[in-house]
């Protein structure tokens, strides 16, 4: 079993700080890509930042400048620090982990169960 738990998530006035950090538990054997998606009501999920082993980012255009991805390879967590947050960063945050489980050969996408950030009008 690999789980995925967030925390971090919550309300924040515009231009206001949040951050969320995420820790991946279980059998696992090596992480390749850590990251953050978000969910807005009646949107699809977007891809919000990620990073690989290495230490590359991707990171959408909405929040570059204004969050900043980081990983604890060692502790198996990605964190999302969010600052000058607007109305429009209003979503549920899905962490992601792109993964190998112990004794198997394959990578496999993995997904938290979800935290709520809202920043209100």
């Known amino acids: 079993q690999v789980q995925l738990v967030e925390s971090g998530g919550g309300l924040v006035q515009a231009g206001g700080s949040l951050r969320l950090s995420c820790a991946a538990s279980?059998?696992?054997?090596?992480?390749?890509?850590m990251g953050w998606y978000r969910q807005a009501p009646g949107a699809q999920r977007e891809l919000v930042a990620t990073?690989?082993?290495?230490?590359?980012?991707n990171y959408a255009d909405s929040v570059k400048g204004r969050f900043t991805v980081s990983r604890d390879n060692a502790k198996n967590t990605v964190y999302l620090q969010m600052n000058s947050l607007k109305l429009e960063d209003t979503a549920v945050y899905y962490c992601?982990?792109?993964?190998?489980?112990?004794?198997?050969?394959?990578?496999?996408?993995?997904w938290g169960q979800g935290t709520q950030v809202t920043v209100p009008s």
């Open positions: 990073m690989d082993t290495g230490g590359s980012t």
């Open positions: 992601n982990a792109v993964l190998r489980r112990s004794g198997s050969h394959s990578y496999t996408n993995y």
């Open positions: 279980g059998s696992i054997g090596s992480i390749n890509v």
